[in-house]
C-alpha cells in the first residue's frame, strides 16, 4: 500500500502576497497611531501654553494693583522714602484748610466789631474828667453794691455831683425815665445809634423831642442807685441797632 504524502496546495507566489500585504496593514496602523500621538501632544502643548499665557495675563496685573508700589518705589532708600514722605505732608499741610479759618476768623472779628464801624461820627466825653471809673465788659464782672456778678455794659466816667453832662453827639432827646437801678436816665438817639446817659439829676436842662447839638449841656450828675457804693460818677451805654457796644470805642481820642 502506498503512503500517501500531504502536499500544500497554495503556490509560493501567494504566500510572499500574503506577506507583503500584512506588512502594509502594519505599516498603516504605525502611521495611524504615531500621527494621533502627535496630534493629542501638539493639542496638549498649546492648551499649556494658552493657560499659561493667561495666567501670567491676570496675575501680574492684580498684584500691581494691591500692592500700588512701582518698580522705582521698590528701589528707593529708607532715606528717600522718608523724604518723599515728610514732602507729601508737607504739600498736604500747605492745602489744608488753614486759609479757610484765617478768613472765617477775620469775617467773625468784622462782624462783632461791625455795629461799631456803623458809628461813623466821632462822640466827645460826657464829663470835663475824661477820666474812667469801670469799663465796658460784656463778662460778668462783681458789682459792689449789688453783691453780685453781671455784665457791665456801659462805661462809667468819673466826675463830681451837680458836674455838667455834655451830650456826646447830635440827636433828639428821645426819652427822659427814671429807674430803680440807674436812677434818671436821659436817652439821646439819632438814625444810627443811641446813648443813655444814667445817674443824671432829675432836674435836666432839656426836655422830650429836643433837638440837641454835640457839646451842649444836657444835665448834671447825680446818683446812680445800683453802684452806690462807687465813687460818684456818670454811666454811659450806646446801643446800635439795639446791641450795646464800648462807648470808649466810638468816642475821640485827644492823642
Known sequence: ????????????????????????CLVAVGL????????VSDYLSSDEEEYTSSLTETTVPVAAD???????ETTATPDEAEAETREKS?????????PETEDVDAESDLDSLSPVFKVVDSLIYPV????????????????????????????????????????????????????????????????????????VDSDTNVRMKDQVKQ?????????IPCESSDPVHL????KVEEEYIDPLAVILSDE
Do not use: W
Open 1 to 24: 500500500m502506498k503512503k500517501y504524502k500531504h502536499k500544500s496546495t497554495k503556490k509560493p507566489t501567494e504566500r510572499v502576497g500574503f506577506y507583503i500585504a500584512l506588512s502594509i
Open 32 to 39: 495611524a497611531v504615531y500621527s494621533t500621538y502627535t496630534s
Open 66 to 72: 494691591v500692592t500700588g508700589v512701582t518698580e522705582a
Open 90 to 98: 508737607m504739600a498736604l499741610y500747605e492745602t489744608s484748610t488753614l
Open 128 to 199: 470835663d474828667s475824661k477820666s474812667i471809673l469801670r469799663e465796658y465788659s460784656e463778662t460778668a464782672v462783681y458789682n459792689g453794691t449789688m453783691k453780685d456778678y453781671r455784665p457791665h455794659t456801659g462805661t462809667d466816667f468819673t466826675a463830681k455831683k451837680g458836674e455838667n453832662v455834655y451830650a456826646m453827639c447830635d440827636g433828639v432827646v428821645k426819652s427822659i425815665s427814671f429807674d430803680e437801678r440807674y436812677g434818671v436816665i436821659i436817652e439821646v438817639t439819632n438814625d444810627v445809634y443811641t446813648v443813655y446817659y444814667c445817674g
Open 215 to 223: 457839646g451842649d449841656v444836657i444835665g448834671t450828675v447825680s446818683q
Open 235 to 238: 454811666h454811659v451805654e450806646v
